[in-house]
């Protein structure tokens, strides 16, 4: 089946130093998969961050940018300068053709040190 | 607003007891999920409902039921609870569903269960 993987549990940045946490994937279905990065803040709801659908473009949101890498099968998230209010779980997601459901990856926890 | 509404927030019962979760969104959406979040914290789907019809049924115990009066609820009954089902259970809705669905789906806040 589908997986996503994100090998970092936690990850710390001082505030205003660049990020990147890892997104790895692997679909099983013919044709590429669409990606996306969701976020839940501390006491709210997960919420869409970003998505990408076509291999080799880059989505972008709220200065966090993940570029659609089919060669690799990757979709890291990027930011030039974290915030305090970047702190939250993100996720990496995937669905499939026919696939009526997203798979998630384990989630990756930001921490901003200030 | 328009949302993703879920009651209870946060359920504590023991083994073997009934519970069920509500969900409503007022968003118009045609489908409505039920995901498990673990004590792993993995998301993995449970159930996916497009307009009260039954699409997706992971495999799951049969002591977990959805049930859809209309398509803006989408609850989630638990018969004779097991300390396994100690998690967050998530409920989301997306516009529609079938082939390749860009849609994005729109989460709840999650109940939480506890059981003892």
């Known amino acids: 089946g589908d997986s996503v993987t994100q090998t970092e549990g936690q990850v710390t940045v001082s505030e205003s130093k660049s990020l990147i946490i890892n997104c790895t994937y692997s679909a099983t279905s013919i044709g590429y998969p669409n990606l996306f990065w969701y976020v839940r803040y501390p006491g709210e709801g997960l919420q869409l961050l970003l998505k990408v659908i076509t291999a080799g473009q880059k989505g972008s949101s709220r200065g966090f940018e993940a570029t659609y890498n089919k060669e690799a099968t990757s979709f890291h998230l990027q930011k030039a300068s974290v915030q305090e209010s970047d702190s939250a779980v993100y996720y990496c997601a995937l669905n499939t053709e026919g696939a009526d459901r997203l798979t998630f990856g384990k989630g990756t926890q930001l921490i901003i040190q200030p | 607003e328009t949302a993703v509404f879920q009651t209870p927030n946060y359920h504590v019962t023991q083994v073997g007891n009934e519970v069920s979760f509500n969900c409503k969104q007022t968003?118009?959406?045609?489908?409505m999920y039920w995901y498990k979040q673990d004590s792993k914290k993995l998301l993995k789907i449970m159930f996916s409902?497009?307009?009260?019809?039954?699409?997706v049924n992971e495999t799951v115990p049969r002591r977990f039921s959805p049930q859809s009066s209309d398509k803006a609820h989408l609850n989630l009954r638990i018969k004779s609870v097991e300390p396994e089902d100690s998690a967050v259970y998530l409920c989301?809705?997306?516009?529609?569903?079938?082939?390749?669905?860009?849609?994005?789906?729109?989460f709840g806040p999650g109940t939480r269960l506890l059981v003892l």
């Open positions: 989301a809705s997306s516009p529609r569903t079938g082939g390749l669905n860009q849609d994005t789906q729109y």
């Open positions: 409902y497009n307009n009260k019809q039954l699409i």
């Open positions: 968003l118009g959406h045609d489908t």
